[in-house]
């Protein structure tokens, strides 16, 4: 694969504007379709996402309005992952179809057909804008060399089936050598790159699904966010069982990412977005109830992502709109004491509205464990592919030529942030603490 230029750089004065930190949120999306994945570029503002019809979006964004500048349609099922390259060359995406795109400088680049022959659920990039890692519903995981596909070879360069269920979530380690995953089979697992992939080490079985990773403290704990609401604890190379757990949501963590090294930030089915101290083990802020005021439902926060600044959070859910709110000021609202009781009163003011749950629950016989919506897995009209397994594509659309995304003021109306949440989470969150308190007093007899 040839180097590209980065989709929106700002290393020249023409294009400056396109890594400026903005002083206001950009207006909200709103889509017709249901949104998988969303990520921000790692450079500039611009961020990408992918929908439940297959399709990939970019967009620019600034304080007025956010502009579609491509749409991509290669995927013939849904687009589960989007991941752009640290250095915002690539974008690459990943599909229930089991196949790997790859976009580069405003066109599809290529995509390995057949890369899986199950739906790959995860994603992430590893060296050198070329090594990547990918995940299915079935628990194997790949490491593909994307300079070897491109010309004409078998790009797969490692195998790795140790899960038994959905692969939910990857990390890589600073070093490059270790690959840690999430499964929906209750084990994080630990694989080691300098030795083909073999297993380093597999956690005990949490019988409740592993929704997400995160490494932190400087390389030192590896957070791994559950279903049934908790935050388990790793140090670094004690793998086998958590050593604590950050207990006080109230309902499944369904996303969780890095804001720094001391702190995460998690969607949840309750549809709060909070902000989490590691060690201190404890709730710091709430964020956002990203929900429409007028409507009935709150729907369950599905992905999360951070904008390059660390200025602008994002959020989905089954809602079909990428929500936006500022989280310039998280920093110092962290340095504050959370305050309980005003959340509290807050709470009970705002009684409103019930959340809506997840429209179906995760399979219990292995499968993708996703909502009903993820069940429209194919287009209207598409037809099956029957190119051969592991195939590189190249791809020359000039898709590239969209129209620009509707701004208008009713439309992309400012949604208000204020807190408005059922009145039993505080109540909840304590109740656990003092559970877990209990369950580890008496482990320890």
Known sequence: MEPARTLFSAKNAKESHFNKTLRHEPPDIYLDDHIMDIKFSPVANVLALGQITGEVRIYAYNEKQNKEVLKFDYHKESCRQVVFSPDGNLVYTSSSDGSIGVISNGKVEGRILGAHSEPVNSLIHIENNAIIASGDDDGLIKIWDLRQASSGTNGCIM??????GTIMDMK?????????SAGNDGHMGVFDLRKGGA????????EE???ALVICKYQ??????????????FSWDWFGDCNDRIVGHPNSIDTMIKYDEDTVITGSEDGLIRAVSVLPNKIVAILADPTDQEESEVFHIQRVALSHDKCLL????LDDIVKIIDVSHLASRMKEDFDEEGYERDLKENPKIKRKKKKAKKNAEGGAGEDADMAEERKEGDESSSDDDDAWESESSDDDDSDDSDDSDEKHQKKDKKLNVKGNTVQKAKKMIDDAKRKQFFSDL
Not at 199 to 206: E, T
């Open 199 to 206: 297993l380093y080490a597999m956690s005990d079985n949490f």
């Open 314 to 317: 994002a959020s989905i859910s």
């Open 220 to 233: 030192k704990k590896v957070l791994v966010s559950s279903s049934e609401g908790t935050i388990n604890v």
């Open 172 to 180: 890589i380690n600073d070093d490059g050598n270790m690959l840690l």
């Open 159 to 164: 195998r790795m089936q140790e899960h038994q």
């Open 209 to 211: 699904d592993l929704t």
